[in-house]
């Protein structure tokens, strides 16, 4: 069994809808999470650091289910902009990281 | 500032060259790291340098060699590559101390070829 499972997706969405990503996990150790977007042929970016709280920065929400062994990333009214493959990520240690295979989101006018 | 510069952008060499990838932070992070990203993967972890000592090396061929002169710099140097060997090579840093914890920020990678 993958450390990460993600949805490959692609998710194909019209502008200003809204979509949600998640994440599952098998290690119970994971003691960080991420999310990361990439664009094709560039290195990725960090989006949010995912706390127990929940966390919100602007139009995406980041949850943590620490009971159920996933994470989630919601984005609200969606842009073209936001095309891109979504990564979701895991860290264990300092040295020691999963990274799912991440997400393709395709937001169409 | 959250930068971490790389180069070259672009690097194409033989299987006999002998090259370098070189990486550069100055946000004060304390590790620092190498990944491989083949297409439509996701980054696999090569090494990772800890207040400029090498952590871990997960299991790579010794024709990568990793150098960290500072706690600003890292490098790769290559040798001796195969064709399978070419893909973007990312290089990251860490501040090791936040509340998100071991939260990485990558460089712009180098895009390698091997002919």
């Known amino acids: 069994r993958k450390e990460v499972e993600q949805d490959p997706g692609p998710f194909n969405v019209p502008e200003g809808a809204t979509v949600a990503f998640n994440c599952t996990y098998s290690?119970?150790?994971?003691?960080?999470f991420f999310w990361y977007r990439q664009d094709c042929r560039k290195e990725p970016k960090l989006l949010m650091s995912?706390?127990?709280s929940g966390n919100e920065d602007g139009r995406f929400t980041a949850q943590l289910n620490r009971a159920s062994q996933y994470i989630s990333l919601l984005i609200r009214d969606s842009k073209l902009s936001d095309s891109a493959t979504y990564l979701c990520?895991?860290?264990?240690?300092?040295?020691?990281?999963?990274f799912g295979s991440g997400t393709k989101l395709n937001v169409k006018p | 500032d959250t930068e971490v510069t790389q180069t070259p952008k672009h690097l194409v060499m033989g299987m006999t060259n002998k090259k370098s990838l070189k990486c550069e932070q100055h946000?004060?992070?304390?590790?620092m790291y190498w990944y491989k990203q083949k297409a439509k993967k996701p980054p696999e972890l090569m090494f990772v340098?800890?207040?400029?000592?090498?952590?871990i090396n997960e299991s790579v061929p010794s024709r990568f060699s990793p150098e960290c002169p500072n706690s600003s710099l890292l490098n790769l140097h290559l040798h001796a590559l195969q064709p399978e060997d070419s893909a973007l090579y990312l290089c990251?840093?860490?501040?090791?101390?936040?509340?998100?914890?071991?939260?990485?920020?990558f460089g712009p990678g180098t895009r390698l070829t091997v002919t």
């Open positions: 990251a840093s860490s501040p090791l101390q936040s509340r998100g914890g071991y939260e990485q920020y």
């Open positions: 290690n119970s150790a994971s003691q960080s």
């Open positions: 995912v706390y127990s």
């Open positions: 990520v895991l860290g264990i240690t300092f040295n020691k990281f999963y």
């Open positions: 946000m004060g992070h304390r590790a």
């Open positions: 340098y800890s207040y400029e000592k090498l952590s």
